[in-house]
């Protein structure tokens, strides 16, 4: 090599290592229910997701959303083929803790990062918490939690508490019961997806209790609030966001309006990206995004954040960038604690008859820089 | 346990019977006129429910959405038989369940399409509104007049099969089915008439039930596999069956729901007590099915002897 050559050369790599940062590319696989009866919960964190990538403006992230029908085999198969034929680097999208519990171990343990916009089963939050995995939105007990001490500060003292029988449904009492300091009237497992529930609501009515907490997500809490309407009983309802979403609200009518339920977003949060991203998912998608919605596209934004700060290949370079959440958040402060769970604050909200439609509005906070209990458990 | 809430759950029981009857009759039938599998009839009670929801919307009554609904699921069901079923007659079973599965696929992405993926509203009728005082329970004044609905449906049916023309036919179709083309019946129109029945009872039950459900894209099979269950206790091509499978599935799993996590919270404490209760009640009704299956291969009313 002559001179000349070897000194443009040596020009070339200079330049290259003072050039900027680019945002280092990534291929992400959501996986998310886009059918049945969980499928307004999966469109909305798809919508929110893409449109955290189409405002950035940049083509760092090339994603691929493929339907798992809230079925565990079908997120597991998927996931493989994601993992071994397209060689994603980054796996997101799980709505539902049962199909997280299939596919996120496996996930990680192949060095694959997982983050997520939704599920936070308790059993991934402590002991078997994992260096790759990151839940954006939180750990499952935590707005549960909220639900419970709000219950005591409403007064309540012999609460009917319900979830379905599934990790979040499990993880949905604990956390009621964690903080919540009255008695039980009674307390109930339904099915995943069940439609009907006379016999539950009989239950309650038989049990003297005055007051009713239920984690019911998308079709199923409508049902129940339908349902509820019709049985004459009239105890007063508190819960958390997933079962009085925006996503569900249209759905339920007026029977809705008043219900205390705990979250750590709201329509109405005050904030500059909040506000942002409100605006900019109405344009787009014409509707009021809900709290799914605001989770994939943190998610979004959390993972273009640290590819503009490492190359996802570099797994300890991109997992510190992970850690450090350094964007915008749409609920305000974010952090990650140390088993990769959101510290965060959780919002009382009311439903209330917004421009046009029920929505949620905020009426207190329940806790400040929330931590789950499961952190001190992880060892990473 | 108090009395009321015994009452209570056996209306409960009764009332989730008589819905599961009219998916389970129209299943019934055609697989005893036709011989055919239908897996797609959970997308004519989505279908039924959709338009029901839609059209209420539009018309502000409840009573023109149920119309529309019956009579939307019935046209479906008309042009679904004219368009793909009429051609899997004379194909095993194995092929129309194919066809029949390939069409939940298609129905529900085009209900998608057109209704979005967000479920939709449906209110009850004011007329319906509220709970009526029965002597020692008030009961939702809906799922009364369900239990109306379903038990007037069940004898209008017993009555066109046992007293008209039509009703005849179907039966002669039941039995011999070659017989009656040669004694010149149009089996074909029957076929087509008979699909379009089960279709509309099937939107029926899904405009009925959606107004105190979440009205969804897949809603519908959730109820098939229930109603899969009931006319295989109840004898496949048996309405009769189907009544008795429907009221004993619908009873049996809304009792069991509500007494097992009671009855192992006698010797459990009562989180393990839900848990094992609530798991073990699912499975209810699917060990019935099993037991009849062993006892009685052919379910409790064979249709064909």
Redesign the interface.
Known sequence: MSFAKRAAASIAALTLAAAPAVAQEARVGMITT????G??LG?DVRDGFELALAQSGSDAVELIVEDDARRPELAVQIARRMIQSERVDILTGIIWSNLAMAVVPSTVAQGVFYISPNAGPSALAGENCSENYFNAAWQNDSLHEAAGATANELGYENTFIMAP?YPAGTDALTGFKRHYDGELAG?????L?Q??Y??EI??I??SGADSIFFFLP???G??FM??Y????LDLPIVSAAFSFGQ??L????ENALGVINTSQWSPDLDNAANEAFIEAFRAEYGRTPSLYASQGYDTANLILSALEQADVDDADAFREALRAADFDSVRGDFAFAANHHPIQDIYIREVVQGDGELTNRIIGTAFEDHVDVYVDECRM | ??L??LV??LL?GV??GLMLFLMAAGLTLVFGVMGLINLAHGSLYMIGAFVCAVVAGWLGSFWLGLVAGLAAAAAAGAIIEVVVIRRLYARDHLDQVLATFALILIL??GV?IIFG?????L??PDLL???VSLGIV?Y????LALIGVGLLTALGLWLLIARTRLGIRIRAGESDREMIAALGVNIRALYTVVFALGAALAGMAGAL?G?????????G??VLILAFVVIVIGGIGSIKGAMVGALLVGVID?MG??LL?RAFGLFLD??QA??VG??LA?MLIYILMALVLILRPRGLFPANG
């Open positions: 886009l059918s049945g009866g499928a307004g469109v029988n307390e109930l497992f339904t099915q997806g439609t009907d006379a016999a009989a239950q009515r038989d998308g079709g199923m409508i049902s339908r349902q309407e019709q049985s004459g996503d569900m249209p759905a339920m009518g | 346990m108090s009321s809430l209570e759950q409960n009332q989730f529900s992405e998608r993926p967000f479920p939709l509203y209110s009850v509104n509220g709970t008030d939702s004044l809906y799922r039930v107004a105190i459900q979440s009205v969804q894209v897949g809603m099979e959730p809304t729901r509500f996590p009562p989180s839900m848990d609530a798991a699912s």
